[in-house]
């Protein structure tokens, strides 16, 4: 294992993001390789659980309260509302099911315990279920964990330099620390970040350099291309290069090889020709459906369209590997 290391040096990591693009493609595509199935990629869904009216000031945010978008306030969705989407993802070939609420953190309280629910009963569709609820403690996790979630995304977003540019009502420290409990509990983390919040290529390097040198990989790597939206402070950024997004699709294929790298938001302003390059630098995962919380994703036919096109393979649920492979680890540690 060789490849898989928690001692990556900026100067090491840089070096990888600026080799000329289509040399880092090739060598993500040889680690992609040996780690994975080439061209098998998860689908996965989104559903906004709880949606806008969040007291954080994240810039790029249509949810922030602060901010006047035409995202509506909507409260917790009912258990059945979101069971419904659940078995509707997994018709459509989805074989993870990510829930977001727009909370700064979760409360002990009875929406709390409804998200309990959520998990439990997501679980049993053998979906792999995966949360993503602002900061959690110690307890908390615990407490998800025991529902059986098998997944926690949160995002450090870019640097730690950067990140007070885009974000003041919380520390990177603060998200760091979320993410140790949901380690700790046992749970497969998820975590990644956002290109184009105005940061340079050292602040994307030095985001990689955070999470590959966590105790740990996260399991899964989500890399978003910012969606910029009118009413949030970084409505006006510039769109970034696709070759930006190629850049940190194959360094975080080769600082993690073992982990998801996932195609995330943004993948609207991208042709299929772009995304086939996302996909052979090591991108092996995408949100499918319409919408991923607030904002339009393309739209279900156009990615099974791309998918045949591309020759691609959605990868079954883990819960269902397990079934047919007879595997019994939960997740294999990164
Ligand atoms: N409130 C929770 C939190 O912030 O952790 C969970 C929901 S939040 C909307 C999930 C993630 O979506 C954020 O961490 C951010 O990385 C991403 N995100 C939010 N707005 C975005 C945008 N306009 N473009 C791209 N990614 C975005
Ligand atoms: C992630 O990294 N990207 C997804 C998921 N994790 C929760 C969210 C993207 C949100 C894009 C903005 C919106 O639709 O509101
Ligand atoms: Fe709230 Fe999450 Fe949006 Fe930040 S990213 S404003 S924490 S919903």
Known sequence: MKYIRHNWTIEEITEIYNRPLLKLVLDASKIHEQYHKYGEVQIS???????????????????????????????????????????NAKAGGASRFCMGAAWREVRDNSDFDRVLEMVKEVNKLELEVCCTLGMINQYQADRLAEAGLYAYNHNIDTSEKHYTEVITTRTYNDRLNTLDHVRKAGISVCSGGIIGLGETDEDRIGMLYTLVNLPQ?????PINALVPVEGTPLAENKR?????????????????????????????????AEQAMCFMAGANSIFAGDKLLTTPNPEYNADMDMFRILG???KASFADRQIKNKEHVHHEPC
């Open 45 to 87: 869904s989104l559903l906004s659980i709880k949606t806008g009216g969040c007291s954080e000031d994240c810039g790029y945010c249509p949810q922030a309260a602060r901010h006047q978008t035409n995202v509506k306030v909507e409260p917790l969705m009912k258990l059945e509302t979101v069971l419904a989407a659940a078995k």
């Open 217 to 221: 990989h996260p399991e899964s790597v």
């Open 240 to 272: 970034v290069p696709f070759d930006a997004l190629v850049r940190m699709v194959a360094t975080a294929r080769i600082l993690m090889p073992k982990s998801a790298v996932r195609l995330s938001a943004g993948r609207l302003e991208l042709s299929i």
């Open 312 to 314: 691609l393979t959605p």
